[in-house]
């Protein structure tokens, strides 16, 4: 069956530049999670949708970042005006009810020049 | 805030011995506890969890942990290390009702032949 599906895989752009990154949640899944993963800080939360409840963006680090997800299904990461240390994988997941992440996809690689 | 702590960043493991991947939490009120597995170029794969069921949790692969109230641990056990073993191994923390995980620094497995 169809898992967490991230596109693109790989993504090189220039400082500056804004980025989105897109993330297609397993089918039915309520809940839709968004992770950054660098070497100098590990795994960190980012953003948390689930249903149409209003998103938890505690993690995310600045007003560079913002995230939707239309029609309860696909989301969009988009980083404005990126800097070299936004560099990082990111990482989406879905659930097929709140709690915990159990489903990754395979992660966005972003590398900023 | 609530936090793990893994030790030991590589771990070296002979094929067909003991795995032990030991992983401490800090927590003021009871978590839940989780493992998460990554190989090469994926995403995360949940390996098991504890929700205040029952303290030994089996998960997939073979692989098994215990919560130790008295020690603030979930350490990680397999009896017999595979080859196919070889991954980044995470342990994660989150209170109940909160979506966010967090992730300890992972430990890297290496199986020996």
């Known amino acids: 069956g169809a898992g967490v599906s991230q596109s693109p895989s790989n993504k090189v752009t220039e400082k500056g530049k804004d980025v989105e990154l897109r993330c297609d949640p397993i089918s039915g899944h309520t809940a839709l999670y968004w992770y950054r993963q660098s070497l100098g800080q590990g795994l960190e939360f980012l953003i948390y949708f689930q249903g149409n409840s209003a998103p938890d963006k505690s993690g995310l680090p600045s007003d560079r970042f913002s995230a939707e997800r239309t029609g309860g299904s696909v989301s969009t990461l988009t980083i404005q005006r990126t800097q070299q240390e936004d560099s990082a994988v990111y990482l989406c997941a879905s659930s097929n009810r709140g709690g915990q992440p159990q489903h990754f996809g395979d992660g966005t690689r972003l590398s900023i020049l | ?113």
């Open chain 2, 1 to 113: 805030a609530q936090s793990v702590t893994q030790l030991g960043s590589h771990v070296s493991v002979s094929e067909g011995a003991l795995v032990l991947l030991r992983c401490n939490y800090s927590s003021s009120v009871p978590p839940y506890l989780f493992w998460y597995v990554q190989y090469p170029n994926q995403g995360l794969q949940l390996l098991l969890k504890y929700t205040s069921a029952a303290t030994l949790v089996k998960g997939i692969n073979g692989f098994e942990a215990e919560f130790k109230k008295s020690e603030t641990s979930f350490h990680l056990t397999k009896p017999s290390a595979h080859m196919s073993d070889a991954a980044e191994y995470f342990c994660a923390v989150s209170l109940y009702g909160n979506n966010r995980l967090a992730f300890g620094k992972g430990n890297q497995v290496v199986v020996i032949p």
